[in-house]
C-alpha cells in the first residue's frame, strides 16, 4: 500500500472538530502558561559573528591569536608598564637589589603553591617588606605524546596571574622576571607597595 497526499477535512469533519477542539479542558493549564511565559522572557540569540568569504588563492588577513599561542608570560612582564620608580626598576632588573624575602614553589602542584604564594606575599607586606622573590622554577620538560600541547612550567605561568588577582593585587606594585643570578627565567621579582 501506498501513502498518498492526506486527503484533508470534509466540512462536516471540519465542524465536528472545531466543537471538540472548543470544549476540551487543557490538563495542566498552569504548566502550560508556565512554558509560554518561558518561551516569551527568553533571552535573544546572539548575532553570530560573520566569516569572512575566501577563494583558493587568496592571501588570508590576520587576526587575533588564539589563547594558545599567545604571547608568552615573560614578553607580557617585560611589556606591562613600569608602576615603581624607574631608577629603582632599573637596579631590580640588573640584580642589584637584593631581595628582603623568597619563597620557594619548587614541586608543588597549583593547589599547594597558591595559598602558600597568598601567605607568603601577605606576610611580607604585613612586615613592611618591599622586594620579595618568588621561585618557581622554570618547568620540567616533559615528552608530549598527546594531540594537546602541555605547557612547560604551570607554575611559572599561573603565578604571574595570582599575584596579578584577587587580594594580593592592591599590596604588589610591579611583577618582573628575576635577574640570572636570583633565578633568571625560573623566578620573579615581586615589588610590593608601602603600607598606609
Known sequence: MTRGK???????????WDK???SAVPLHPSKR???KDAIEHRKPKQPQVPVPKFRVGEAATATAMPNSFSPSISDRLASAPIQMDSKNFGRMKKGRLSPERRVDLHGMTLAQAHPVL???ILDAYAAGNRLVLVITGKGKDKPDEGPIPVRRGVLKHQVPHWLNSGPLKPMILQVSEAHLKHGGTGAYYVYLRRQR
Do not use: M, T
Request: aromatic residues 4%; neutral net charge; hydrophobic residues 30%.
Open 33 to 35: 502558561k508556565a512554558i
Open 20 to 22: 471538540v477542539r472548543h
Open 118 to 120: 597568598s601567605g607568603f
Open 6 to 16: 492526506p486527503r484533508g477535512l470534509r466540512p462536516d469533519e471540519e465542524e465536528l
